[in-house]
């Protein structure tokens, strides 16, 4: 049987893989050399060019993961998402932002772009009218994030290619959350597609570093720029990312499966006011998601009801850990208003809609059941204590 294109499985595992001519090894081998013998004009390999064998490789996977012909990988994933911006965005320009926007990435616009002399606009929602609205006659770059950190609000990515068709800008989307494996923004006419890959890509929370994927011409811009700001990412975290995407689809369609059964269970729970997850039918963008995701991920949130003491339920909690980041193998939990969104004033993250008694939920791999569990106790455990209280 003739099959047209290789299954994600098998992309994952073998796009890009390096041959170890020598010694017939299974794997990659990794060349940690910084220097290379001169092959002509055109190929010379430096570790800050972007170019050596484990960091084309990688690239090659990356690519294919996101239906792009081309890949590059950074240091991290704001590294991915500055060197990007900076690249299409000169003095004079302007860019449309969304509403919730990853903390990192709107430091980056706030605090650098005045001495770069470049606009930026926050849309004020999420639909087609909300992002018109904002764009300007020197609007360039049209950059969304879908689903939201951390309210999983979902974007019309088909109605955003054609909003910036229309206006003639570059799409750009950080697809960190849906991992390449729920979701390809290329499908849908989205340009540039970022990753923090120290989120679903590395999944083990182990390694810090970014991707982007676009065309070639695109991924030719960008590396005209981070070649001379120099940060490109070790060999070695990059054969440790190769690795680690080998098994990115079964730990994301794992994580998707436990999510969607958790959503389900915190819904109907008499403690929890409200789940957001897109999965749910009750999500009000679950119509959309639907359409462009082919999971709805290992991300949700859930609001506990005014009664429970939010520092005592994370206290309690045994199995789930509270962390700063997300998309591990292991669930982890965390509460925006004393992390992520702690340095909003309470107007803007009410106006954001973070409520006190949020909770960012990243599901891992754990079985259900414990993590069924672990909830259960500790809401046994803040109820009791509180009962003693009164
Ligand atoms: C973590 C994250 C980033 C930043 O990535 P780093 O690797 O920490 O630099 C950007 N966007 C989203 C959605 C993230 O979750």
């Not at 704001?78 to 900076?86: E, R």
């Not at 690249?87 to 770069?116: C, I, M, R, S, W």
Request: glycine share 6%.
């Amino acid at each position: 049987m003739k099959r047209e294109k290789p299954g994600i499985n098998t992309v994952c595992t073998h796009v890009g893989e390096l041959q170890d001519k020598q010694y017939k090894g299974a794997i990659s081998p990794l060349y940690m050399s910084s220097s290379y013998a001169y092959e002509n004009v055109d190929v010379k390999r430096y570790p800050r060019y972007f170019n050596t064998p484990n960091q084309e490789g990688l690239c090659k996977k990356i690519a294919a993961l996101e239906l792009c012909e081309a890949a590059l990988i950074f240091g991290s994933g704001m590294a991915a998402i500055s060197h990007t911006l900076l690249a299409f965005l000169q003095k004079g320009d302007h860019l449309v932002l969304p509403k919730n926007l990853y903390g990192g990435t709107y430091n980056f616009v706030v605090e650098e772009f005045k001495k770069f002399g470049i606009e930026y606009s926050f849309a004020g929602g999420y639909k087609a009218a909300d992002i018109s609205e904002v764009i300007r006659a020197n609007t360039k770059v049209l950059y969304i994030e879908t689903p939201s950190n951390p309210l999983m609000e979902i974007t019309d990515l088909e109605m955003v290619a054609n909003i910036a068709r229309e206006h003639g800008l570059i799409t750009v989307i950080d697809n960190t959350f849906a991992s390449p494996i729920n979701q390809n923004p290329k499908l849908f006419g989205i340009d540039i597609m970022i990753h923090s890959a120290t989120k679903y890509m590395g999944g083990h929370s182990d390694i810090c570093a970014g991707a982007v994927a676009a065309s070639e011409e695109k991924i030719k811009q960008i590396w005209n720029l981070a070649k001379n700001l120099g940060g490109s990412l070790s060999d070695y975290t990059v054969w440790l990312l190769e690795r680690s995407i080998k098994t990115m689809a079964i730990r994301v369609k794992a994580q998707n499966r436990n999510a969607k059964k958790m959503a389900k269970w915190l819904d109907a729970h008499h403690l929890v006011q409200k789940v957001y997850y897109p999965g749910l039918k009750s999500h009000p963008d679950h119509e959309i998601a639907k359409r462009q995701m082919r999971g709805y991920t290992g991300m949700l949130s859930f609001e506990l009801d005014p009664s429970i003491d939010i520092n005592n339920f994370m206290d309690s909690l045994q199995l789930i850990k509270p962390s700063m980041s997300l998309a591990g193998i292991e669930s982890t939990i965390l509460s925006p208003i004393k992390t992520s969104h702690a340095l909003l004033s309470e107007n803007e993250r009410k106006r954001q809609g973070i409520e006190d008694g949020l909770l960012r939920f990243s599901i891992g791999i754990e079985e259900k059941d414990d993590l069924v569990a672990d909830i259960e106790q500790a809401f046994e455990k803040v109820t009791k204590k509180q009962l003693q209280n009164t």
